[in-house]
């Protein structure tokens, strides 16, 4: 498979943008066109008159990456070219759960032969950290910072792949940067799928989770391991394939390492907050079939 | 005004204004359609959204978003990909794409958007004024003021024309007085499909989303480069004033009928007053000049066609020997207290030789009508500039007092 990310973009080591892109290129291959917001994914890739990008790359603006996408595939449909060509809209959490939420919902609902892939590491990471609606449950970010009276974020995760099975995607899957071939796979089958498919890849941010550039896959796969990101795939909205975890490893082990969570093994109550974040992995353990 | 009606009448119809808008798009061939009903732009929309059901839009798509935003957003998408895009807005929804009107234009994607001016909120007002489109003057797009439905339909061709030819790459805003024009029925002679193939050429542009070129759009400039950008697109606009000369002189040549390019002007050559304007309201102001030059007074008009790029050497050969010169705007400048013509002309005089005095009234706003007195009253006001200069530079006209 030919990465169509080139080398040299100006990503942090670690980055898990660039392998977000370059696992959903090698999926997708030549003919596609990629829509990609604001943010690092943009600034990092696009330096003119520089580019990554070994395919034709639009940039929207923060919030209309789905509406931009929606117009590709019109344009492509009328001109007689929708052939093999598959167009791709990647936007990170702020851009798809929150400023673009509208214009996701309105090109899902339309029914665009487009898949969005979710680049999600869990805040704003191009502005500075700061929280988003897919920022977990006690994290610290910028704006839900860690203090003496506050753990963090009091809020659970945005639930965005129900979101967009409810409205009647026929493909719909989480997967994780740590696992290029399942998120490979899975981006394959949103392409090959007739109609809007989703993919939310959860993608650890070494600047803002706080850990060392070298444990990006690392970190992924634990949050996979204790079940606070389970991976399954979602056909015409019902379950079809989860990825069982055969011994889930406790919480404590993910939030260890990273220093958006350092706060609850610090602070006096810090305890009772990782037992929430372990409940809420033993829920999705239950509501998967994790086991 | 260069035309031959005795010739038109056996082609006109009787239809409404936006009819008459949707028809020329038709006309024009686009392959994508995106917009959002608002009022008084809804009835061109629906007429396209009858024209698309019923077939008689061949390779086109329309997408039905769900907001403003996104309407524009898609076309950003679809020009993008080398579609020939189209939409249609006023007021609010036009509020609404403010952010993506920039990206539009930095990208430098020609797609044509008619808007059927009206006021902004708040209060909440349906009717119209030209504050939607003025609050965009500097956005990058092409703004022309048409004064009637034949117009706008007309104009509708011409604005695919100069957006896409390969020097000039702008999107065109193609401005119609909600109501007055957009609701109104006229007899008016439809876009024949023929000859607009002849005036109007495929949209092909050079770089396109293509798999087979790849390119990238949209990148990311910093200091270094970012103004070069901005440069490239003020020359843009400084081509563009002679395209749309052109466009105007092609398409009288090709269907007989013209407006103007940059500007017009009626009974101008010996004008001591000259007032100025854009849109529906020019006629009025026709007929008053028609009935004040029957009395002896010297009145001309400038109709202002092109508002961006703002035509200054045009304007100043038309008003540089008047001795006063009035601007009438259906906007403000709030904090300024001036409309945006009055401004803008103003602004272009200094530093030259031209020593005119120049006043402003802001007008009809938020559908206030316009009745001939008002205009009457303005001149009235223009000659006792000329009799003894300027008392007052810029006002509101018929203010009613017992509501202040």
């Given at each position: ?148 009276v506050s753990f963090g974020n009091i809020r659970p995760k945005k639930n965005m792949p129900a979101i967009i099975a409810a409205h009647g995607s026929p493909y719909v899957a989480t997967t994780s940067i740590g696992y290029p071939k399942d998120m490979i796979r899975k981006v394959k089958a949103a392409v090959d799928v007739e109609g809007p498919t989703y993919v939310h890849a959860h993608a650890p941010c070494t600047t803002g989770w706080g850990f060392d550039t070298s444990k990006t896959v690392e970190v992924a796969k634990m949050a996979v391991e204790t079940c606070l990101w389970p991976l399954y795939e979602m056909e ?56 | ?404």
């Amino acid at each position: 498979m030919k990465s169509l990310l080139a080398p040299g973009h100006r990503g942090c080591a670690g980055c898990c943008d660039a392998m977000a892109a370059k696992f959903t290129l090698m999926a997708a291959g030549e003919d596609c066109i990629v829509v990609s917001p604001t943010g690092c994914l943009e600034v990092m890739t696009t330096p003119y008159p520089e580019s990554s990008w070994e395919i034709p790359w639009i940039h929207s603006l923060f919030e209309n990456n789905a509406a931009v996408a929606s117009g590709i595939e019109a344009a492509l449909k009328a001109k007689g070219e929708m052939g093999k060509t598959k167009i791709i809209a990647m936007g990170g959490d702020g851009a798809t759960l929150d400023i673009g939420m509208r214009s996701v919902s309105g090109a899902f609902e339309r029914g665009h032969d487009f898949t969005f892939v979710c680049i999600d590491n869990e805040a704003y990471m191009n502005t500075g950290v700061q929280r988003s609606g897919a920022t977990p449950f006690a994290a610290s970010t910028t704006t839900s910072p860690a203090g003496t009276v506050s753990f963090g974020n009091i809020r659970p995760k945005k639930n965005m792949p129900a979101i967009i099975a409810a409205h009647g995607s026929p493909y719909v899957a989480t997967t994780s940067i740590g696992y290029p071939k399942d998120m490979i796979r899975k981006v394959k089958a949103a392409v090959d799928v007739e109609g809007p498919t989703y993919v939310h890849a959860h993608a650890p941010c070494t600047t803002g989770w706080g850990f060392d550039t070298s444990k990006t896959v690392e970190v992924a796969k634990m949050a996979v391991e204790t079940c606070l990101w389970p991976l399954y795939e979602m056909e015409d909205g019902e379950i079809t394939k989860v990825k069982k975890v055969k011994n889930p490893k406790p919480v404590e082990d993910y939030l260890k390492m990273q220093r958006r969570f350092k706060h609850l093994f610090t602070k006096e109550g810090g305890d009772e907050m990782i037992k929430k974040i372990q409940a809420l992995a033993d829920e999705n353990i239950e509501k998967f079939g994790l086991q | 005004m260069r035309r031959d009606y005795e010739n038109e009448k056996k082609d006109m119809v009787v239809v409404e204004g936006s009819y008459a808008v949707a028809s020329a798009v038709k006309a024009c061939r686009p392959n994508v359609i995106s917009a959002y009903p608002i009022t008084p732009q809804t009835h061109i929309v629906e007429e396209l959204s009858q024209f698309i059901a019923d077939g008689e839009i061949p390779n086109c798509e329309y997408v039905m978003v769900e907001s403003e935003f996104s309407a524009l957003s898609a076309l950003v998408g679809s020009s993008a990909a080398g579609a020939r895009s189209y939409s249609a807005t006023t007021s609010q929804g036009l509020e609404l794409m403010h952010e993506v009107l920039f990206n539009v234009s930095g990208m430098r994607l020609p797609v044509v958007m008619t808007i059927a001016n009206r006021a902004v909120s708040a209060p909440i007002n349906i009717w119209n004024d030209q504050q939607d489109s003025i609050s965009q003057r500097d956005t990058g797009w092409i703004q022309l003021y048409a004064e009637d439905t034949q117009e706008i339909s007309d104009m509708t061709a011409q604005a695919f024309k100069i957006a896409e030819d390969p020097d000039i790459l702008l999107p065109v805003m193609t401005c119609m007085d909600g109501f007055i024009l957009s609701h109104v029925y006229e007899p008016v002679v439809l876009l024949d499909d023929d000859l607009v193939a002849e005036y109007l050429p495929p949209f092909e542009p050079e770089l396109k989303l293509d798999p087979k070129n790849p390119k990238t759009f949209g990148a990311f400039a910093d200091p270094n480069s970012y103004t070069e950008f901005r440069y490239l697109q003020q020359q843009a606009m400084d081509k563009a004033l002679k395209k749309i000369e052109d466009a105007a002189d092609e398409f009288y040549d090709l269907f007989g009928r013209y407006y103007g390019g940059l500007i017009d002007t009626y009974e101008t050559d010996d004008a001591d007053i000259i007032l100025m304007a854009m849109g529906s309201i020019v006629g009025t102001i026709k007929d008053v000049i028609d009935k004040l030059r029957a009395n002896g007074v010297k009145v001309g008009l400038l109709k202002v066609r092109s508002f961006r790029p703002f035509p200054v050497e045009a304007i100043h050969n038309v008003i540089k020997d008047a001795k006063v010169v009035v601007a009438l705007d259906k906007n403000i400048s709030i904090g300024l207290n001036e409309g945006a013509l009055f401004t803008e002309t103003k602004g272009s005089l200094y530093n030259t030789k031209i020593d005119v005095p120049v006043i402003g009234f802001m007008i009809g706003q938020g559908g206030r009508d316009i009745p001939v007195e008002t205009i009457e009253n303005i001149v009235d006001e223009a000659k006792k500039v000329m009799d003894s200069g300027i008392t007052v530079e810029s006002q509101f006209t018929d203010l009613k007092e017992e509501l202040l």
